[in-house]
């Protein structure tokens, strides 16, 4: 008897709790109703103003950060920007609807990268090269593109940086992705495996893995881990190393996950496009510029950054492809362009560099 009232009071307990979340759906549901139609009367105020960008890079960020600074869990922090970045999408979507380029296939981190920046209300164009997502974006098919420039184990992408060198777009924004590789395939057994496909940054990322594991498996790199897992789909001799995406896409069987050899494997991805974004009180500015011929060059290139105070957190060099054994450099710093500190010291930079070309002032990556 005693058991039985015990169970009728944790189920009237329950049921109590289930009204009060009801409750919560139904108020949860008309305040995302009441922001989407703030939302449209701001895009509506702004075609009265003869303005169509509706899409703030800046306002989205301060959004996000004060989310977080608010945030006292017991969800995670990222599950709660996330769900925040969710609206803002599906408010921005009933303004305008932005198409997105991106690395391609369906299924590779770039995309990944692309929704967890603009959320699933956008359009994604899956393209298959860095410079075929630079054109699409130049072209205007596209209001934005995103591209992979660095991870924090394998280094810079060259391609990305060498495609600033010509191309009038900015820097609008960057996403950092915690990237997490797994391998994938359609058999029941990996010793049966052959090969191993990846692109071949994942396959660097995950060598002591392989080298203890699947030591006499051939590694074959391949455009990307969206096509390794669609090889891996069409031979159960074939094991591919690929995210979360790509093996949903692909109905593939996790054998391993997460075997990556850092697990602080992180990639930083770019958001180009047409757009000056304004500041947001936590920014970046990235720089692309090359010095005079002369001894000390360098070092008086980048005095005006001390003088100033200014935090540089990269820099790298390329050949400039115009002259043999010219070079050009890529700087981040701290900051944005219309800072009354930065703004001093790009003025000064200005007229010490031979060639310097302003890539954008963007927010800094928000989780």
Request: charge should be neutral.
């Amino acid at each position: 008897m005693g058991k039985k009232g015990k169970n009728g009071g944790a189920g009237a307990q329950i049921k109590i709790l289930r009204e009060k979340i009801d409750a919560l759906d139904i108020r949860l549901q008309a305040l995302i109703n009441e922001r989407a139609r703030l939302a449209l009367e701001i895009a509506e105020t702004k075609q009265h103003e003869g303005s169509n960008n509706f899409y703030r890079p800046e306002r989205e960020a301060e959004v996000l950060r004060n989310v977080l600074a608010r945030h006292r869990g017991p969800l995670s922090e990222e599950a709660m920007a996330r769900l925040f970045r969710e609206i803002m999408s599906a408010c921005l979507a009933l303004e305008s609807r932005l198409r997105v380029a991106f690395l391609g296939p369906e299924g590779t981190f770039t995309q990944e990268a692309a929704l967890k920046h603009f959320g699933h209300f956008v359009e994604t164009a899956p393209l298959a090269a860095i410079d075929e997502v630079f054109r699409e974006v130049e072209s205007g098919s596209a209001q934005f593109g995103l591209v992979p420039v660095e991870n924090s184990t394998e280094g810079v992408i060259n391609h990305t940086l060498d495609m600033f060198i010509t191309s009038p777009l900015k820097i609008c924004g960057e996403v950092e992705l915690r990237i997490h590789h797994h391998l994938l395939g359609k058999g029941n057994d990996i010793k049966a495996a052959r090969r191993v496909v990846s692109h071949q940054q994942s396959l660097a990322q995950c060598r002591e893995w392989l080298d203890a594991n699947l030591p006499g498996v051939e590694r074959a790199a391949v455009a990307s881990n969206a096509e390794a897992a669609r090889m891996a789909a069409a031979d159960v001799g074939t094991l591919a190393i690929a995210g979360d995406s790509a093996a949903r896409l692909y109905d593939l069987k996790m054998f391993a996950s997460n075997i990556e050899d850092s697990p602080d494997n992180t990639t930083r991805f770019l958001v180009i496009g047409t757009l000056e974004t304004a500041p947001s009180g936590n920014d970046k500015t990235s720089l692309l510029l090359s010095s005079r011929n002369r001894p000390g060059a360098l070092q008086r290139l980048l005095a005006p950054l001390a003088k100033n105070r200014i935090n540089m957190t990269r820099i790298e060099s390329r050949p400039s492809r115009q002259s043999m054994w010219e070079y050009v450099f890529f700087i981040d710093i701290d900051g944005h362009a219309k800072d009354r500190k930065l703004a001093k010291a790009l003025a000064e930079l200005e007229k010490e560099a031979a060639f310097l070309k302003r890539l954008g002032s963007y927010p800094r990556a928000v989780l």
